[in-house]
């Protein structure tokens, strides 16, 4: 079974409808991250969060919310799904406590299309 | 200017040749370097960390250079399985964050 999945793996929406998409983990991880992958930018830090009540924007949170419902969830929502927020979504996770905290895990992404 | 920036390619190459990769980063304050490999519509997976001495992980070896700020990934022998992305990845302003920042990738295809 995978350790980092997310739901759904793939969506399509219309402008102005908001969408959920949802990360858990079995790793036990504390920190998750959410990041979106568009051609030519390379993956992109949209949330970060350290335990369930520690959440941090990243570089583009801009028309992005997250819950940390818990230490295995992670969602991020779109209020009002914009073309532009077309990509390739994915979650990861990373332990502090190992010796290479740097190393993130990642689910295996969503393809969110808004048309 | 982006803070870590890689020749994005493509590279095609024959089976056995070697081939590097180059990359660099902005922030003269980053730590910890790494090499993450990315399957074609498949998440990223670390390949390797970078370390201040070179590090070498069979036919793979990864080279930093802080004074010039610059980070390298060759691949010995390519095989055909080697076809992939390689994402170069530096940590965050603060180290003790686990941000990261990925550059954009270099893909690879390795031909028979």
């Known amino acids: 079974d995978a350790d980092v999945t997310q739901t759904p793996r793939n969506r399509i929406t219309k402008t102005g409808k908001r969408i959920m998409l949802e990360c858990s983990q079995t790793?036990?991880?504390?920190?998750m991250y959410w990041y979106r992958q568009d051609p030519g930018l390379g993956l992109r830090l949209i949330y970060y969060s350290f335990d369930v009540k520690d959440i941090n924007k990243g570089e583009i949170s801009d028309g992005y919310s997250v819950s940390r419902q818990a230490q295995a969830k992670f969602s991020l929502s779109l209020e009002s799904a914009i073309p532009n927020q077309t990509a390739l979504y994915f979650c990861?996770?990373?332990?502090?406590?190992?010796?290479?905290?740097?190393?993130?895990?990642f689910g295996p992404g969503t393809r969110l299309t808004v048309l | 200017r982006k803070e870590v920036e890689q020749d994005p390619g493509p590279f095609n190459v024959p089976e056995g040749a070697t081939v590097a990769f180059n990359c660099t980063y902005s922030n003269s304050a980053s730590q910890s370097f790494f090499w993450y490999r990315q399957d074609c519509r498949k998440e990223p997976k670390l390949l390797m960390s970078v370390y201040s001495s070179g590090n070498e992980d069979g036919r793979f070896t990864a080279q930093l250079n802080r004074a010039s700020q610059y980070i390298s990934l060759l691949i010995r022998d390519s095989k055909l399985s080697d076809s992939a992305t390689y994402l170069c990845?530096?940590?965050?302003?603060?180290?003790?964050?686990?941000?990261?920042?990925f550059g954009q990738g270099t893909t690879l295809q390795v031909k028979p």
């Open positions: 990845v530096v940590n965050g302003r603060s180290s003790n964050t686990g941000k990261l920042i």
């Open positions: 790793k036990g991880h504390d920190r």
């Open positions: 990861a996770t990373s332990d502090p406590d190992r010796g290479d905290y740097n190393e993130q895990f």
